[in-house]
């Protein structure tokens, strides 16, 4: 059974960072790519950044291009996203996200979604 | 980037009866390469997250009952629950993945009436 355990999340001041990890198992880590995808409260899913299973193809919604950087360790079965200058409305549950299928390479991402995490909640709030 | 617009924002529906959720995209999600379009659809119930319902427009992710069918081509899709659950209650989503940034529709829920 697939089992994503996002952890990180917390309440942060704007302006700055915090560090989130996705424990993965229950299928070969490597063959996949994995994203994040956030959900504000009340509000609908947007999909914020993917990485190819090899790390070669890295994607980010603009929204956070800059700001956030994606990364994984296959060794370690792990995907983080690391986020920089947090603004209010970067308040949302962030869920990690396995690609079902597809793939994000150097020149296309193209991937659907699942199964998700329980998601980790980050406020940024002063 | 491909934005996709759903309609209604919500809908009851009585137990039994059919729901009927609409998704246009911004342009056409059909990819030449393998003939199919680049759609799937999504079911957030309460305080949950999403769990995949369809990809590639019409193909039912294992497990998912055969009251949920997709349909449409390019630019417009249609998720149908043939005969409404109360199990069915939530917010329904689709998703383009033909090319990034990956885009979701706002949403629509469904309500039992």
């Known amino acids: 059974e697939v089992q994503l355990l996002e952890s990180g999340g917390g309440l942060v001041q704007p302006g700055g960072s915090l560090g989130l990890s996705c424990a993965a198992s229950?299928?070969?880590?490597?063959?996949?790519?994995m994203t994040w995808v956030r959900q504000a409260p009340g509000k609908g899913l947007e999909w914020v950044s993917a990485i190819s299973g090899g790390s070669d193809g890295i994607y980010y919604a603009d929204s956070v291009k800059g700001r956030f950087t994606i990364s994984r360790d296959n060794s370690k079965n792990t995907v983080y996203l690391h986020m920089n200058s947090l603004r209010v409305d970067d308040t949302a549950v962030y869920y990690c996200?396995?690609?079902?299928?597809?793939?994000?390479?150097?020149?296309?991402?193209?991937?659907?979604?699942?199964?998700w995490g329980q998601g980790t909640l980050v406020t940024v709030s002063s | 980037d491909i934005v996709m617009t759903q309609s209604p924002d919500s809908l009851a529906v009585s137990l039994g009866e059919r729901a009927t959720i609409n998704c246009k995209s911004s342009q056409s999600v059909f990819y030449n390469s393998n003939n199919k379009n680049n759609l799937a659809w999504y079911q957030q119930k309460p305080g949950q997250p999403p769990t995949l319902l369809i990809y590639w427009a019409s193909t039912r992710e294992s497990g998912v009952p055969d009251r949920f069918s997709g349909s449409g081509s390019g630019t417009d899709f249609t998720l149908t629950i043939s005969s409404l659950q109360a199990e069915d209650v939530a917010v329904y989503y689709c998703?383009?993945?033909?090319?990034?940034?990956?885009?979701f529709g706002g949403g629509t829920k469904v309500e039992i009436k």
């Open positions: 229950g299928f070969t880590f490597s063959s996949y790519a």
């Open positions: 996200v396995k690609a079902r299928a597809g793939d994000c390479s150097r020149s296309r991402c193209s991937i659907w979604f699942g199964p």
């Open positions: 998703q383009q993945y033909f090319s990034s940034p990956l885009t």
